[in-house]
């Protein structure tokens, strides 16, 4: 049978220190045949880099996150991203985007490397893990203005509404769904997932953050992303098998492997 493909991890958070090892040898076993880790600064970004190097099943994506990207001002770390993205089992630049949440943010900078980030992204070839948090028009408005469209990826831990999930998906980009969507009080996801075609999903764990029920408010890691796929199967009448198995093909487009 077809194996879960798990979009976006955090393998490289020190939650994982103890039983890293351990947890991605035995996740085949679980059901899930691939993970790909994602970057948030330059440091997150270079350990991706070799952990894909010491685990088979495990691919990365690296770039820097919108509340790190002061990073970015110094030309040394810009080099460095692009070296690091040059990397074999690299699929991706993210997680890029906007982050609204917390006020003292600068917005401007914010701004500024989404769309470097993106240029990073259209001169070497590779789609992008965009990370948008309390910043819907924005988002769409500077991905518009970056010709996102010429480079697709995906919105991660998707979040606003099914009228703007249509939008992304015209552009070309997947809706990334994980945890959220087994939450009670997830009702604007679940419309999403009964709203979008199943050929825009990609799964997500996002762990150690996210874990979906029964296992809320746990470190999460990807064999819990089974229980996202069965939640899909639910809202969308179709069978757990059928949600692996378009899901993995859709990752597998979207990383272009
Ligand atoms: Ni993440």
Redesign the pocket.
Known sequence: MIQIFDT?A?YDDESFDDDRERLLAGFPAQGVHAVTN?G?NIRASEETVRMTEKYENLYGVVGIFPSEVAELENPDNVKRLKELAKHDKIVAIG?IGLDYHYEETDKALQHKWFAGQMDIARELKLPIAI?SRDAAQDTIQIMRASHAEEIGGVI??YSYSKEMAQEYIKMGFYIGVGGVVTFKNAKKLKEVVENIPLTSIVLET?CPYMAPEPNRGKRNNSAYIRYVAEKIAELKGITYEEVVEQTEKNARDMYRL
Do not use: F, Y
Request: glycine share 0%; charged share 20%.
């Open positions: 976006h955090h994602i948030t997680e990370h991660h831990c996002d």
